[in-house]
């Protein structure tokens, strides 16, 4: 039975389908439309709830962590152990939540469509557990899922400031998330209550929650027609854009293995349903170059679900992790049963959408590489909006240095080809080579020959090629100065 709580009630249920979303569960199920469907495929954020879970701070505590979504794509069953919050949450009685009050005095709304969804992205923000200052600067991160057409982001964004000025206010110099008067329950009994949640079986009518590795295996080896569920941002869109109806979902989330996260001095190892928020943390520091893709990787909406393993699972020639990862010479574990084999990312792509994964078989895990302190690490991401924008090209870039000159080079590209592929000559091009404009060149001239880019809607191929060719000169010339 999937267990969760809607705002302080708990929610059970065993006979939804496996497929429901959250948004049509509160709209059409419980009569909440406060929370509204503009695409229904996570673009325009206008869905937007909030979910909270249990995670441990860096001491080993539990602590509570709030968490925007957008509810057109997340379905219902993923909720399980978690508390859920939409725009009808906020308010006590008459009085609006520092947030709402916040968007009526600075006159971010108009015709009001979008305004639940910014509201919700906002409280999210309002909620995290970090001092207010460092808040100020994530308001644009915040705030990157979600549209308004009518408005206009500059009084959004002031209430936004000025929602954070009200909790600066409540908890003083403190400026800690214990300090603060939350309208919903914010309390180790709502710790308590989650944990409980959590513990309880969580499968229902075809939505399956497995919670050890052999039983993922074990069910996924036995259906291998069950969809495998991350975190649903490429799958849900199967539901709400091409009207299919999914009736085995195995969702991959609860096993501890598939959630790992293990730091070595030179690797890291993820399991795949760890999210591309959490990738964003914890890569921040090691792989700054990356914090920069990762942050023009969708929205926070979509980060705080979409999971490595559901980028890499997908196959598309446009994801954005499949480049840096072969940049890297990444490995993935991959499972089948109670069997486990190890590939080189850079061999797992066998064609458009394809993979070496056998029937029943999926990713385990990802062993990440660290680069040494002096290798050059460039990742460059080219789509027609700069926030939550699938790429036309995707370029990563990681040359090792051994005394000034090029040793390992790795050059590989999302959107050059129907899969993520290296660039083997453009890399050879590089080899033993120093930053300079006849290694440029040189690198430009294997580049030219040996890719051929998709061309569909989002570019053309050769706009696709020149793009390639002019990336490689900013990070070559660049890295020379
Ligand atoms: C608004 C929006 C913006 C987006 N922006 C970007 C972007 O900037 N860059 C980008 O690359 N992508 C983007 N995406 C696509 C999507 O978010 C990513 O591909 C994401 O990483 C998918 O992860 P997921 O956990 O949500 O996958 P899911 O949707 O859960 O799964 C995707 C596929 O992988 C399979 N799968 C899931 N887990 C595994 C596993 N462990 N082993 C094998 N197969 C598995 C599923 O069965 C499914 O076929 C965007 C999507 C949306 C809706
Ligand atoms: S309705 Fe647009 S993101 Fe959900
Ligand atoms: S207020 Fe109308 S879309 Fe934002």
Known sequence: ??????????????????????????????????????????????????????????????????????????????????????????????????????MVEEHGSQCGFCTPGFIMSMYALYQQDEPVNQLRVKIDQALGGNLCRCTGYRPIKAAASKALDYREAQVGSKDAQSGLSDSVNHSDALISRLQILSATVADANGFLQPKTLDTLSGLFKSNPQARLLGGGTDLALEVTQQMKTLTQIIHVSHVPEMRLIEVHADHLVLGAAVT?????????????????????????????????????????????????????DATLTLRCGDTSRTVPINDYFTGYRQTVLQEGEFVLQVTIPLPAHDSLIAVHKISKRTEDDISSVCMAIHLPQNNGVTQGARVAFGGMAAKPV????????????????????????????????????????????????????RVLLGAGK
């Open 276 to 328: 591309l928020s959490e990738c964003l943390t914890l890569m921040s520091d090691r792989l700054p170059a990356v914090r920069e893709l990762l942050l023009r990787f969708g929205s926070d909406q979509v980060r705080n679900q979409a999971t490595i393993g559901g980028n890499i699972g997908s196959a598309s020639p446009i994801g954005d992790l499949p480049p840096l990862l072969m940049a890297l």
């Open 422 to 473: 290296r660039a083997v000559n453009t890399e050879q091009a590089l080899e033993g080579s120093r930053f300079d404009q006849v290694t440029v060149h040189a690198a430009q001239a294997a580049l030219a020959t040996e890719l051929h880019p998709i061309d569909d809607a989002r570019a053309s191929a050769g706009y696709r090629l020149q793009v390639a060719i002019n990336l490689l000169q």
């Open 1 to 102: 039975m999937i267990q969760f709580l809607y705002q302080d009630e708990r929610v059970a249920l065993d006979s939804a389908e496996a497929d429901l979303t959250v948004l049509d569960w509160l709209r059409l199920h419980r009569h909440r439309p406060g929370t509204k469907e503009g695409c229904g495929s996570g673009d325009c954020g206008a869905c937007t709830v909030v979910t909270v879970s249990v995670k441990q701070d860096d001491s080993g505590q539990p602590v509570l962590h709030h968490e925007s979504i957008n509810s057109c794509i997340t379905f219902v069953g993923a909720l399980h152990g978690k508390q859920l919050l939409s725009v009808e949450s906020l308010a006590q009685g008459e009085t609006l939540h520092p947030v709402q009050q916040a």
